[in-house]
């Protein structure tokens, strides 16, 4: 981007004003970065640790974007890169203060972010897939009364864990690809969630993928469509339950071809091209997460 700085006029100087008011700094949305504007700059690259100026880098701009993201402005849950910002460090302070452990609250969505996060949704009968969404931030509003105005207490000796076993994505040595444009988006978000679960991870997407995978690899093809049994190669139908990682286990051990390989079959109910982008993420994220939870059960 163009740096913006002093003397400079226009919409893009409105936009940096009207995030500067948002995180408190008083000074007027007119478009002109004049003096108060260069100050309310310069207290809040001190405030990030930016290098000293009046000025709005790509750097400056980042963190500005960062900070001014309030909770419920946009959908969050584990990926790679990690969500980071305001609205992250408001979420992991309202879930410390309702009891839930999510490690540092660094402003970071990681893996401890998100098992906290599904412990509160377990907890508050919603679907527990680790998604802030409308429906969590439905129920963390019904409790503004229980977290309001209160601090964290102690979670000194409290226990952690990762929201899956960081020791099996670490045995795992598989490849997700997709049969179909949805079975490609839910195998992408498979890969990215186990990355960003454990740097560790031997988990990827076929699009990682630049030579013929190795004979070890398992490859595991995920589909929205109805295929046939194809000789030697597993079909398994997705489910919620517990029965789903065992099916998996089943499904691996008779394998029979090299690379070995498995097809998932995931259904389409909650995916809506009609309702729009944000449905599809967010049913192909919750597929994701369940889908790696049960390899993960499977391999452990």
């Excluded at 701009?61 to 408001?90: E, I, N």
């Excluded at 998100?114 to 969590?136: K, P, Y």
């Excluded at 105005?149 to 864990?161: D, F, N, Y």
Aim: hydrophobic residues 45%; contains cysteine.
């Amino acid at each position: 981007m163009r740096t913006i700085g002093r003397n400079d006029h226009g919409a893009a100087v409105e936009d940096v004003q009207r995030r500067l008011r948002v995180m408190g700094y008083e000074l007027a949305v007119d478009g002109a970065y004049l003096q108060r504007t260069c100050d309310a700059v310069r207290k809040f690259r001190q405030s990030e640790g930016l290098p000293p100026g009046d000025f709005v880098d790509q750097q400056a701009w980042s963190a500005l974007v960062d900070a001014s993201f309030a909770l419920g402005d946009r959908m969050l849950y584990l990926r790679m890169p990690h969500f980071h910002g305001a609205d992250v460090r408001s979420l992991q302070k309202i879930l410390e203060v309702l009891g839930f452990v999510v490690g540092k609250s660094d402003g970071i969505f990681g893996a401890h972010t998100e098992r906290a996060l599904r412990d509160f949704q377990l907890s508050v009968g919603i679907m527990d897939d680790g998604i802030a969404g409308t429906t969590t931030y439905d129920a963390i509003e019904r409790l503004r009364h229980a977290w309001e105005g209160k601090e964290p207490t102690s979670a000194e000796g409290a226990q952690m864990g990762f929201a899956r076993a960081a020791e099996a994505l670490e045995k795992m040595e598989a490849c997700f690809y997709g049969l179909d444009e949805i079975g490609r988006g839910v195998a992408s978000r498979v890969a990215n969630l186990a990355r960003a679960t454990s740097e560790d991870a031997h988990v990827m997407s076929a699009d990682a993928l630049e030579a013929f995978p190795p004979s070890n690899m398992l490859m595991v093809g995920i589909t929205s469509n109805e295929v046939d049994g194809q000789d030697g190669i597993p079909l398994i139908e997705f489910s919620d339950d517990f029965m789903f990682a065992r099916r998996i286990g089943i499904a691996l051990s008779s394998a029979k071809t090299t690379p070995r390989r498995v097809i998932i079959e995931i259904p389409t109910q909650g995916y809506s091209e009609v309702v729009g982008v944000v449905s599809g993420e967010r049913w192909e994220q919750h597929l994701a997460v369940l889908l790696l939870d049960a390899f993960c059960l499977s391999f452990s």
